[in-house]
């Protein structure tokens, strides 16, 4: 089992930044890659980024690619998500997710392990 812990999410003005971490544990060596996904409400789970352990491979959406990086320290099980230049229609729940086979990443059901979420909410 793997367990996973977002933390850093607030509220923020729009055009300002912020940065996720996603703490990993349990068995972090059967994941093949994590990501990060956001949901706002009445709206369904959209893919944002992803990462993979072993070449540190990175996927981006189109709607946050030049805004959002992701990145990884396998050292201690944790990815991080830098969100810089904010807009309002980026407030949503963001969660952290991990796969633990090859294969598509935008997908909520590639997934095999999730965390509870963390709310931004970015203001006008």
């Known amino acids: 089992q793997v367990q996973l812990v977002e933390s850093g999410g607030g509220l923020v003005q729009a055009g300002g930044s912020l940065r996720l971490s996603c703490a990993a544990s349990?068995?972090?060596?059967?994941?093949?890659?994590m990501g990060w996904f956001r949901q706002a409400p009445g709206k369904e789970r959209e893919f944002v980024t992803a990462?993979?352990?072993?070449?540190?491979?990175?996927y981006y959406a189109d709607s946050v690619k030049g805004r959002v990086t992701i990145s990884r320290d396998n050292a201690k099980n944790t990815v991080y998500l830098q969100m810089n230049s904010l807009e309002p229609e980026d407030t949503a729940v963001y969660y952290c997710?991990?796969?633990?086979?090859?294969?598509?990443?935008?997908?909520?059901?590639?997934?095999?392990?999730w965390g509870q979420g963390t709310q931004v909410t970015v203001s006008s």
């Open positions: 349990g068995r972090t060596n059967s994941t093949y890659a």
């Open positions: 997710a991990a796969k633990t086979y090859s294969g598509s990443y935008s997908h909520p059901f590639d997934y095999d392990y």
């Open positions: 990462i993979t352990r072993g070449s540190g491979r990175t």
